[in-house]
T-cell receptor
């Protein structure tokens, strides 16, 4: 596609529920990143994929968060037992080379 | 660890005024430096970047020079327009996070409002 796409654009859920957020990177980009942006803050790194494997998941806040990229393209960020503190905008970015990352529009997650 | 500090906002300027948004960084390696911009209702977009000391990144009239001696990457524009109103983020990537990751470390962002 022309750019990174993310679905849904907005997600409202109740505390304790499970959610999945999807990212479709730019075609051919092997590197994929997930970030989380809380209100009034800059994005914070969550996890990095190179191809199908999660090469660096050091930014995941706890074991309720998990992400997959089974075919090396689309990625899904999964959050179990959501908490109100998980409310944020979740951003996905992809890149072909080492430096320039291209961001999607984000998914705004609200946990009630 | 890596960190980025940028000037607090919001910043309000009149059209055609000169803009400076300060950014300083701390990094263990030799990072690449970036400015990203987030226009209202839109996603993050790369504005400019510099990959080594003394490089100048430029785009859309904006400039920033990589200053290793002062660990800074200040964003400047000589004459702002109403359409420049957005949130600006300074960021770095040093490729030293292991496993080939070039994760970005961002500042908190500076909101710019330009009034006619």
């Amino acid at each position: 596609g022309a750019g990174v796409s993310q679905t849904p654009s907005n997600k409202v859920t109740e505390k304790g529920k499970y959610v999945e957020l999807r990212c479709d990177p730019i075609s051919g980009h092997t590197a994929l990143y997930w970030y989380r942006q809380s209100l009034g803050q800059g994005p914070e790194f969550l996890i990095y994929f190179q191809g199908t494997g999660a090469a660096d998941d050091s930014g995941l806040p706890n074991d309720r968060f998990f992400a997959v990229r089974p075919e090396g393209s689309v990625s899904t960020l999964k959050i179990q037992r959501t908490e109100r503190g998980d409310s944020a905008v979740y951003l996905c970015a992809s890149s072909l080379n080492a430096d320039t990352q291209y961001f999607g529009p984000g998914t705004r997650l609200t946990v009630l | 660890g890596n960190s980025v500090t940028q000037m607090e906002g919001p910043v309000t300027l009149s059209e055609e005024a000169f803009l400076t948004i300060n950014c300083t960084y701390t990094a263990t390696g030799y990072p690449s430096l970036f400015w990203y911009v987030q226009y209202p209702g839109e996603g993050l977009q790369l504005l400019l970047k510099a990959t080594k000391a003394d490089d100048k990144g430029s785009n859309k009239g904006f400039e920033a020079t990589y200053r290793k001696e002062t660990t800074s990457f200040h964003l400047e524009k000589g004459s702002v327009q109403v359409s420049d109103s957005a949130v600006y983020f300074c960021a770095l990537s040093d490729g030293d996070s292991g496993a080939g990751s070039y994760q970005l470390t961002f500042g908190k962002g500076t909101k710019l409002s330009v009034i006619p």
